[in-house]
């Protein structure tokens, strides 16, 4: 089989099978479906894949579990112990498996003025990874660093 059969086949196994009346939901869920499928290819071409093996269900479970983490519904569900006030705020807007992992967090100044994530005030500078208003000197630091 050639490239192209292998992705069809690829696709097939764990397509997203939601029905809709709306035209375009087809070609959205089938570039949804490619795009897991050429990150599964990618991550089997690092070394990564040598030490942690994932097959194509694992990498789409890990990529949902990312986007569950970023959204307020999962951060609801955790009601045993779950922080109150700013932090149980922070882990709602970033999760900490991206935002502690100090890889390309980058500060970049904005126009308008925003509220600080961590500190509340107002602040012209935002991080380009977490999407999130801090302060170059003080804030960013505390902001990137596990609780």
């Known amino acids: 089989m050639g490239g192209c059969d292998r992705m069809d086949q690829s696709i097939a196994k764990y397509r997203v099978s939601i029905r809709s009346k709306k035209w375009w939901w087809a070609i959205f869920s089938f570039c949804l ?9 990618m991550y089997r071409a690092t070394p990564a894949s040598e030490y942690i093996p994932m ?6 479970r ?11 519904a ?14 149980a705020k922070l882990d709602r807007r970033v999760p900490p ?12 100044h904005i ?16 991080c380009l990874k977490c999407n999130v208003p801090l302060h170059r000197k003080y804030c960013f630091v505390a902001f990137h660093t596990p609780v």
Do not use: F
């Not at 479906?33 to 290819?41: A, I, N, S």
């Not at 097959?55 to 789409?60: E, G, I, K, N, P």
């Not at 890990?62 to 307020?72: E, G, P, Q, V």
């Not at 126009?111 to 935002?126: E, N, P």
């Open 62 to 72: 890990a990529i949902a579990d990312i986007y569950l983490k970023r959204s307020h």
């Open 33 to 41: 479906d490619l795009c897991v499928q050429q990150t599964w290819h």
């Open 97 to 108: 498996a991206i935002r502690c992992d100090g890889l390309d967090h980058l500060v970049e």
């Open 55 to 60: 097959d194509l269900l694992a990498v789409r």
């Open 74 to 87: 999962a951060a609801r569900l955790e009601l045993p112990n779950h922080p109150v006030g700013r932090v």
């Open 111 to 126: 126009s308008k003025q925003r509220r600080c994530a961590q500190c509340g005030k107002k602040v012209k500078q935002i």
